[in-house]
Every structure is written in C-alpha cells, then in structure tokens.
C-alpha cells in the first residue's frame, strides 16, 4: 500500500519501540522535576509516534512477502559468535505493533483522566511507555535473545505497574505473584534458548535460522515444550494462571493494558511464531510428529484454563475479576486454536493446517484486545465513579447514571460473547472452525480436536453467561450506590469516555471489517513462515452452534439476575467453589508454599540456633587469648616507648648472639 | 692532638641517643620529653655525618639535611600540639592522656602528680580576620 524502501521500513521498524521508549526517559525526568501533569503528554506524544510508525510499517510491509531482517549493531559477542540487535519485521510484527501501539495510545489518554492528581503520575506514565517499548521489542525481536529482552521487559514493567500503589500490601503481594509465578515461564524460555543454543553451535538464535536448521526430532520437542511452559507462565495459563486474577490490584487502565490487550498475548505471539515455523516446508515426519505433540499439550492447558477459568469467572463478586478470569478463558481459546495440527494425509499441508490455526489464535488476539480493553477501561469508569469500590453486590442499576459507560460495556460484552456481528464473534467463530475442520480431518487426532471443539463451544455458553451476569449486576435493576461514591457519582469526564466510544466502535466494527472480507487473512499470507490456504467466509455449523452457545448464555443470565433476588447464587454450590477459585490457588498455598515456608523455618532454626553457636564458640577462642594481653594497651605513651626500646634491645641481642 | 677517629664520633652519637630515650622514658614534662626526642634526633645525625665524612661520599649528608627540615616541622607542629594540650588540661604531665587504653582498664594516676600551673587569666581571644576588635569601654568624661 506505501511504497517504502526496505531502509526505510528497518529505520521505521527501530523507531516503533524507540519513540514510546524516549517517551518514558521523559516522563520519568518530568516526575523527577515535579512536572508530572505534563507526563501524560509526554507518554502519549511517545506511543502516538509509535502507533503512526507502526502503521506505516503494517502498510508498508502487507505486500512484501520477505520478511525484513533489520540489524542495528551488535549487542554482545563471545567468542567468534555475535548477538545482534536484530529485529525481523512481517505482516505479523506490523499488525501486532499497530494493535499494540493503538490501544496503549487511547489507555494512555484514559489514564489521563483516571491517574488525575495522582502523585505519582510521572512514575506511572513512564512505567507505561516503558512497557509499550518491550512489548514492541517483543513482537519486532529477530532473534530470541532480543524477543527475552522484551520478554523480560515487559515482565519487569508489569511488576512495577501492578505494585504501582506499593503501599497498599494486597499490592505488593500481588505483583510479587505475579512476577514470580511468571518467572517459572522466563526460566523455562531461557532453557529453551540454552537447548537450542547447544544444539545449533551458536549463539545466532535468529529464528531463521532455527527453523530451517535440522534438528533432532527430540530437540524439537523439548525446546518447544519449554518454549510453551514459557508461553503458559506469560499468558496465564492453566498450571501458571494463579497471578492474573491478583494483577487487577494494580490501576485499572494498567489491567487494560497489560492484562488484555498486550502482554498476556505474548504467549500466543510466541506460539503462533514457533508451531508454524517449527512444522517447516519439509515432510519430516518425526518431526512434525514432534511438534504436533507439544501442540496438543498446549491444547489440552488451554481447554482446561478456557473452562477453568470460565467456571471460576461465574462466582466471583469483583468486577475487575470476573473480566481477569474471562481474559484466562479467551487466551485459553487462543491456545487451543494453536493445537490444531495437521497430519500428512490431510487435504492440507501441515504447515498450512498451522498456519490457519495461528491465524485464528492471532486474530482472536486482535479482537480479543480491543473489546477486553474496551471492558476494562470501562469497569475503570465504573470504579472512578463508585469511589474505588469495585464489588458487584454495593452497586446496581449504573445504567441511569453512567449511560457512556453503560453502552460502552454492553458493547464489549456482547463482543466478549460473541453475539453476531460484533468483533469476538467472528474471531470466536473462527477458533471454533478451525477445531471443527480439525476434528473432521482425517488425522489420527480427530477425535482429540472434536474434543477441544465441545469444550470450546460450553466455554462459549459460559463466557456468555458470566459476562452478561455481570453486566445485569452492575448496570440493570434498582439504583444503589455505595457510601464511598458520595453524592458525586456521575459520568466520567470526556478525557475518559472518547477512548471508551473509540473502542467500543473498534469492538464494534473490527472483527466485520477483518474477518467476513478476508482482509485480515489477505494482510497476513506475508507472514514470514506462515503459509494460509483460502477460505471463505460461510454460514456454517460451528458458527450456528456458537451464535446459539451464546445466545443461551445471555438469555439464562437475563432469566437469572435481570429480576430476581440479585445477591442469589442460582447455580448453588458451583458458585461457592467457582468464588473460592476452585481451591487451585489453596492447593497451591498447601502444597508449595507451606511446605517451603517451613522448610525455610527449618533452615532458619539450622542457622540461627544450630550454627551461630558453634560458630560463637570458634571465635571465644581468640577472644580469650587476646583478653589476656589487652591489658597492655594502656594508654601511657612512656610505657609503649619503654616497651619499644626493650623490644630493640632483644631484637639486637638476638643479632648479636646469632652471629 | 689525636684526630678524632670514627669509634669516637659513634660514641658520642650512642651517647645523644641513649641520654635522649632515658630522658623520653623517665621524664613525664611534655616539652622535656620533646627536647629528648630531639636530642635522639640529633644523635642519628651525627651517625649519619660521621659515617659520611668516613666513607667519603655525600649520602649521609643529604640524609642529615632532610634530618633537619623535618626536625624544624616537627618542634613547630610538636610545640602547637603541646600548646593546645596544655590549654585543656592546664597540665604539661603526660600521664593525663590515657584516653587511648583499654575500655575496661583503670587510669593510672601517680602518687606524686606535677603540680598544676597556677590559674592564670584566660588568654586573650583574637577576633576574626577583618574584624575590628571591641574597643574597651571609655571612661565617663566629666
């Protein structure tokens, strides 16, 4: 669409985290000089120029069916191998970028009005545009050791982001979590990078070159194993998911942010790059046995975190929660469509059978970050109103009061849905075909992707119901406002409702304009390793059963909430166990951090009461034999210069009588 | 007349200096304690210019050159220190300073102390540099 040359595009392609990243150095100097009520022009000057860059990089590199490999200089060298800052720009980084870049651009205008008068603003708007910077470098990495870098970087931002009101201990406790729980992931990923890195001889990890080096079958399946326990850490998957919920302590538009839109979608970047690449051109069985095993792991944690997460979402009482479980169950989803995994009898080549796959977890990604932003952003509204309180069960019947939010909400909840024509369904959809055709192909695991495919559509039906019984709860009935809102509970200010109505008409109009015309598949056949076989778009089973998954969902939350005793819990005691998060984060309290607690105790008693004093007792030995000759420091200076000159005298004596 | 040979100058240099330790060990006066230094400072000198004059060469003799500018540094840093001592304990007796002992020993006093200078006036304060100083009060003129 533009004609850019290749430079141009590399120059644009450095810029995208560049601009967000000087945006951050400025707004932490504008903390440090008390000018921080100019920080959020600095952070959205900078992610604004990011998101133009990006998009003149999306357009410019539709077409190009190279990817485009920008090196800017060595970052390390060990020996004769050199690590180079290189950054691989395709359809896929552009569309990723451009989403990324977008969103922050109208969070960043949101907190605007939400981080008003905080005092800590320009800490805030720098953490930020910081973590727009990594998450850009994430998704332009060209090799895995930049791609660790953001990784990493986005880690440590969202550290810093969901423990931003540091005083607050819930704070504090949560983003240890989830900076710990995601470093089981990072640990993994860099084992990943160590396996590869032994195998290959080199520390040139681009991923060019890993996927088109041959490997043993076996190393294919470990490093993509660890690869995905690096995936499940980051985007909260099943084992690793326990940190998610906490997160939401941290600032609302930072739950937008960074538990939406952009870094729990790392995982799924990361997969949709590797299960493709890794399936190659070549029909190296073993091989592609290989990586369809790790794909169907990487199904089965997603089924199980969709429909986890989806029964855990329907008891809880936080709004901000049930929209964090309902991000687990939409990840989830971007998880299973990755398992889908073709087989060398199939009509299609496996890599193209990947590809659609990854097609349809990265799509839902799209989607799935505007109309979940959409909702946070708006559950942020809520809370600004309702003075911080967040709780479902001390407000209801918002709709009078907040009628921007209200229909900003419906709308990203009918998305979330995936009620027709709005974006999640589409994207939805396309998840549910690709587990359709999966089940339907003739390969050996049919009957496994059939599975996913059921599992897929009840989560539907949940994820209707739970989304909708919130919107009830919180906008529908009788006007009750708790006591922390005052008498000033109205509508946000416009600084906060033009980004709401921006997404809200994304959440709107994204997923028709993308999906149905087949300009998102059109735009991303450049990707780099990815091959997509037409499709068209069609009125067809999975999409019926869906819409009707849905639809039920609303309709049994409508029978539910909409008149009843409101404070009810219909489903009895699903809801108390799905409240209490289904006992996993307990087990987890009994079962690792108990034990390590008292196994620390031990070692603490071992330390303090076992080896302090047998290392005490050690040093009364020089204590005694020096207390015996303390005495001699007297302080009287003739007494030293005696002591001196009978020293000179023996030490001459002794000369005198050795010679 | 018998020149005097090198075994004469030793000795009397051993002398300087053995009547300079015995004076510093003995002796509990501050400024005598530091003549004493100085005269086994001076014996160490005449070592070093009799040795020179002996074997002929000049080394000796810079050495007793840099001797004595540091000598010269030495009795006017000595001679402050001792005046300021002086002023806080109104005493020229060495065996006051003992704050350097053990924690847990006891102060060794002397039977027979030096006795304390006599209270005189306090010594006149200097004002600042630039400052002129306070005029004493005028009379009444009548």
New interface residues.
Partial sequence: MFDVSIEGIQTLGLLIPALPLAGAISCALLGCFHFGKWAPVAAGSGVLGGFMTALAVALSVSHAHEPITGTYGTWFSIGNDAVGWEFRIDALAGAMTAMVTFISLWIVIFSAGYMHDDPGEGRYFALVSLFVAAMAVLILAGNLFVLFLGWEGVGVCSYLLVGYWYAKPEAAAAARKAFLVTRLGDIALLGAMILLGCHLGTLNLAYEKVFSSPLDPQVVFFSLVLLLIGAVGKSAQFPLHVWLPDAMEGPTPVSALIHAATMVTAGVYLLARFFPGMTGTSMDVPRLEAVASVQDIAGGLGAATAFLAAVMAVGQWDLKRVLAYSTLSQLGYMFMALAVSGDVRDEHTPLEVSSMAAFAAIFHLLTHAFFKALLFLSSGSVMHAMGHVIDMRKFSGLAKILPITHGCFLIGALALAGVPPLSGFFSKDEILIVLYEGGHSDSQRSAYFSILFWIALFTAFLTAYYTFRAYFLTFQGQLKIPREAGDHAHESPAVMTVPLVVLAACALLVGLLLGPTGSLHHFLEGTANWKLHESTFQISQPMILGTVAALTGIGLAWLLFSRRDRLSKPLGALETAAEARLYIDDIYLAVFVRPLATAGRAMGWFDRDLFQPLVELLATIPRMIGGRF??V??????FY??AM?LGLIVILAMFTVAR | MVSPDLPHFLAVSAVLFSLGLVGFIARRNLIIMFLSVELMVQGVALNFVAFARFRGNLDGQAFVLFLLTIAACEAALALALILAMYRTRSSLDVSLWQDLREEDLEQVTDDEPLPLAPATAPLPQLPLAGIAPAKPEEPNRV
């Avoid at chain 1, 420091?633 to 003739?638: A, R, S, T």
């Fill in positions: 303390r005495s420091q007297n302080g009287l200076i003739q210069a005696l000159a």
